[in-house]
């Protein structure tokens, strides 16, 4: 069993929290005893549970001692009300002999101070195998961490010549079945939601995961409305139980929209204008941040990607071509204007059905 495997194993554990551990992240671990047998194994499971090292000591038992833990994050060197041992200090108190982490943990409370007190207590550390693994699967919780704001998944849809509909106002469903499927799931694995009021007033979407599938903090929809236009008979105003919205307005909204919304559970979220009196979303993303939301999936139209993409908000997109062209003179194009080029780094082109994907992360 050599390191790679080793932690090979480590991360497939650690995916089993996927959608699960917000605002924390996915994290897995691995106990193998001196001769190479797999002793203990665990991951952290929902917001709230047990740590993954936690689990697989227990796992391991006695057989802990002098063993190698293999662990896609760095120990935690905090307690808390729930937590009154660190993990760092369990793992050395359960005689493990050599620690292996994928990365250092980003958070500010912890950042290299689990590997510090492994060291003291004598124990032997090695950062870095299958890092650029560990760090994708939880790029959220990473960028987060780093900017205090969420990650943010731009998805689009679009026809073959970059069009959305062929004129203002008209409502159209451009991809297959299976395109949709993909976006369900993506919603599901995203702390929210979010699109512009337009898309709410053109389309009325009810932006939930179906079939439902619980997540451990529910995911929330954010709706982008600055003068207050979202119709109070909208699908997104109901139901909060199942998904809480978010409407981000700014105080051009009337008081009597406000009251309204309020009165319904719905969350209305004042922020700061920008300088085409809109949301300043740079302001909007900040406080989604403080809130524990540490991605989003923007499902937005041409104006509020165009203002993401503009912003340096976004860092992955996913893409939908669909297999049309819609041409004519009023067409609308997939994205408003944007004021850069945005280099992007391909990860993934596949086919959905008759729909095409690509996703990646922007680069930089």
């Not at 662990?71 to 493990?96: F, N, Q």
């Not at 079939?211 to 529910?218: E, F």
């Not at 009337?254 to 949301?279: F, I, S, Y």
């Not at 819609?326 to 059905?353: H, K, N, S």
Request: glycine fraction near 10%; charged fraction near 25%; include cysteine.
């Amino acid at each position: 069993m050599d390191d790679e495997r080793a932690m090979e194993l480590a991360l497939e554990l650690a995916k089993k929290g996927l959608a699960q551990t917000s605002p924390n992240p996915m994290v897995g671990a691995v106990v193998v005893a001196p001769g190479g047998e797999i002793v203990g194994r665990g991951y952290y499971e929902r917001m709230g549970s047990e740590h993954a090292e936690t689990v697989a000591l227990r796992d391991a038992g006695d057989r802990a001692r002098g063993a190698t833990l293999y662990v896609t994050l760095e120990p935690c060197s905090h307690v808390t009300d729930t937590r009154p041992i660190a993990c760092a200090d369990r793992v050395a108190t359960a005689g493990i002999a050599r620690v292996v982490a994928a990365m250092e943990d980003p958070d500010p409370r912890v950042r290299g101070g689990g590997f510090a007190r492994l060291r003291a207590q004598d124990v032997a550390v090695e950062i870095g195998v299958l890092a650029e693994q560990a760090s994708v699967l939880n790029r959220a919780f990473v960028h987060h961490r780093l900017t205090g704001t969420p990650f943010v998944t731009l998805k689009m849809a679009q026809s073959l010549d970059g069009t959305i509909v062929s004129h203002r106002g008209e409502r159209r469903q451009l991809t297959g079945a299976r395109a949709q499927r993909h976006t369900r799931l993506a919603r599901y694995e995203h702390d929210a939601v979010m699109v512009g009021v337009g898309t709410v007033i053109v389309d009325d979407p009810l932006l939930t995961v179906r079939p439902r599938k619980p997540r451990a903090v529910p995911y929330r929809r954010i709706v982008v409305d600055a003068v207050g236009r979202i119709p109070l008979r909208a699908k997104v105003t109901k139901d909060q139980a199942r998904a809480p919205t978010i409407v981000a307005t700014t105080d051009q909204m009337p008081q009597p929209t406000r009251d309204e919304l309020t009165k319904r559970g719905v969350t209305v979220l004042m922020c700061a204008k920008d300088g085409n009196d809109r949301v300043d979303l740079r302001d909007l993303l900040t406080r989604l941040g403080r809130d524990g939301i540490i991605s989003i999936l923007c499902e937005g139209g041409p104006i509020l990607g165009a203002s993401l993409l503009t912003g340096q908000h976004v860092q992955a997109v996913d893409w939908l071509v669909a297999p049309l062209l819609l041409g004519g003179q009023d067409a609308v194009p997939v994205i408003a204007d944007v004021t850069r080029d945005i280099p992007l780094r391909l990860r993934l082109v596949r086919r959905l059905g008759d729909d095409v994907l690509i996703t990646g992360e922007v680069a930089g």
